[in-house]
């Protein structure tokens, strides 16, 4: 898996990168060549004063007393309007640019975190919480990090080498040719002696994600993990993956010294050669003393800029690493999001699943699976756990496609239909509701754009939220914690049955919305749902066969096929079944 994912990332180019980098700047680009073109003068003008100096020093070296120092006097007055204009314009470039860094690196976080409600439920189920969580903050690090780079490093190393070799070449082309030299053969030692390093990076980089994957699971059902005591045991497995993680840091850090020593060594010898090279010169009467300072400060430019640009690559391979990592997220492709370009029909008359078979992780759970329901008919479905009920309301709220037979809506197939169109006229309550750490009130208007008071008010009413929301610090206006911490799960199950109730769905599915409520409080929700039932279409999952007594028609399901289908005094009668669920549960 490991050299699976480092070939991907071999595959992903600077192009690649530059391309996908570029797309985040786009909304900021007048603001991004502002800062770069005030960072090329800023740096190109910090050059003036190496010059500066070999011309003060050669004028020293030809004084001879009495001659005028008016030349000095204008150097150095240049020098101070340069030195003020650099540090204004090098702290104003970062200005912009740092901005941009930040808020990319934000935007980036934020379009990914929404494309991800986009894909698939197979792709999520593969995929680890922590490891998307990872791969996103490490994703928008990386962008900061690499704008950061590009306006510190990069623009500054490209100037240095351009207009550094081009001022030497003036006085000797033989000075080009070798600070060229330098430059590339440092740069290309660098990439080879970095090959290793960067491998060990990225594994590091996937260990760490399987640490956060572990770690973030664990804090996140924190309550099961303090309910059970099994912090303890989940432990083990973080000192293991640490372990590994500590011996791949110790092969990476490795690497990286033997590449550090390797650079200094060899710039330390270019800098000797161009030291005598350039006496040579001035011995030879070619060149004045004050060339030396020249040459020694600028390729102490250029050598700075050549170790920089080096060391950066270092982080610049990291941050690729991480961009590619999240960059996978964005490129799987939704398919049954964007699947279908039909608009629902909101006056369809009849619901038809034919021979639906499905598979979930290699397990068929769905068999042949056949059902018609008229628009408007109350349809309760038993059985026992793991018989299908749940997954066939996923395929009814078009979760899964690639399931065998056909859902059509009179001559519409759900593989059609636009999931976006389709969801504006459906709700679920799910067995476990999902909650969020924001108000009460937010949880359950949050599916809808805007807010309706009246229909909010409906929702709490049937949903009798009112029996505990009177009791929190601020009402409906009261945080409910990470998850809904601070409820009940009969309270979060209200606040899931007043959320569907609230977005005014044709279709509601109520996957044993009222499991976790007493019998008292259940009969309460019931009664009021009843009168909230007359105009919708209503498909109930329910473990208490007392819940559904009043649906049109029941469906009793057995290993993902349908068993039995009528009205509750028929199956009674026909005691099959639902007449042995029904005795063992009446008592």
């Known amino acids: 898996m490991i050299k699976k994912n480092l070939k991907k990332h071999i595959n992903y180019t600077n192009i690649e990168l530059i391309k996908d980098v570029w797309s985040f700047i786009k909304p900021y680009k007048a603001k991004f060549f502002l800062g770069s073109i005030i960072r090329i003068t800023s740096d190109l003008v910090w050059l003036f004063p190496v010059w500066v100096l070999s011309e003060i020093i050669t004028f020293v070296s030809n004084y001879q007393s009495g001659d005028s120092t008016l030349y000095v006097w204008q150097l150095l007055g240049a ?52 490891n998307k969580m990872q791969k996103i903050l490490q994703g928008g690090e990386s962008l900061k990090r690499i704008i950061r780079m590009y306006i510190n ?7 240095n080498l351009i207009a550094i070799v081009i001022i030497l070449a003036f006085f000797n082309i033989f000075f080009a040719v070798l600070l060229i030299l330098f430059f590339i053969t440092y740069y290309l030692l660098s990439y080879h002696l970095t090959k290793k390093a960067v491998d060990q990076a990225h594994i590091c980089n996937l260990e760490w994600e399987n640490f956060s994957g572990i770690s973030f699971e ?78 020694i400060l600028y390729f102490g430019k250029i050598e700075a800029s050549a170790y920089e640009f080096a060391a950066t690559y270092n982080e610049f391979v990291t941050a690729k690493i991480a961009m590619f990592r999240m960059k996978e997220i964005l490129r799987t492709k939704p398919t049954v999001e964007k699947s279908g370009t039909k608009l629902f029909n909101p006056d369809w008359q009849k ?96 599916s809808q754009t805007g807010k309706n008071q009246k229909l909010l008010q409906k929702a709490l009413d049937i949903a009798h939220v009112k029996d505990f929301s009177y009791k929190l610090p601020k009402g409906v206006k009261s945080l409910v914690g990470e998850k809904g911490i601070k409820l009940s799960g009969g309270e979060k199950q209200r606040v899931g049955i007043a959320r569907a109730i609230y977005r005014e769905p044709e279709i509601l599915l109520l996957d044993e919305a009222t499991s976790h409520l ?67 549960q009446k008592f």
């Open 153 to 159: 490093t990069a623009v500054k190393s490209t100037i």
């Open 518 to 584: 007493d019998i008292e409080s259940e009969k309460k929700i019931q009664e009021t749902l009843h009168t909230f039932f007359q105009d919708i279409t209503v498909i109930v999952v329910a473990h208490r066969l007392s819940t559904i007594k009043e649906m049109d028609r029941i469906v009793v399901m057995d290993k993902g096929e349908v068993l039995e289908v009528g009205t509750f005094d028929e199956l009674i009668a026909r005691k099959g079944k639902f007449y042995k669920l029904w005795e063992k």
């Open 351 to 446: 619901l038809t699943l034919k021979n639906i078979n499905f598979s979930y992780r290699g397990q068929k759970v769905l068999k042949n699976f056949s059902l018609e329901i008229k628009k408007g008919e109350k349809i309760g479905i038993v059985g026992i756990s793991g018989t299908g009920k749940s997954t066939l309301f996923k395929l009814i709220l078009k979760l899964y496609d690639d399931y065998g037979g056909s859902i059509m809506f009179d001559k519409n197939s759900l593989h059609d239909i636009k999931r976006s169109s389709y969801m504006e006229k459906v709700a679920v309550v799910p067995q476990e509701t999902e909650l969020f750490n924001l108000s009460l009130e937010e949880n359950i208007t949050l």
């Open 79 to 130: 020098t101070a309007v340069v030195a003020l204009y650099y540090f204004i314009t090098h702290e104003l470039c970062k200005y912009y640019i740092y901005q941009i860094a930040e808020n990319i690196g934000i935007d980036a976080r934020k379009n990914t975190t929404r494309y991800l409600y986009s894909l698939n439920m197979d792709w999520h189920e593969k995929e680890n919480t922590g």
């Open 218 to 295: 664990s804090i996140n059902n924190i309550s099961i993990v303090k309910s059970l005591r099994i912090g303890e045991k989940i432990y083990p497995f973080l000192v293991k993956i640490s372990q590994r993680l500590s011996e791949k840091i110790k092969k990476r850090i490795f690497y990286f010294r033997i590449r550090e020593g390797s650079l200094n060594l060899y710039q330390e010898f270019f800098r000797i050669v161009l030291v005598v090279f350039t006496l040579w010169q001035i011995f030879q009467g070619n060149l004045e003393v004050g060339i030396l300072a020249m040459v």
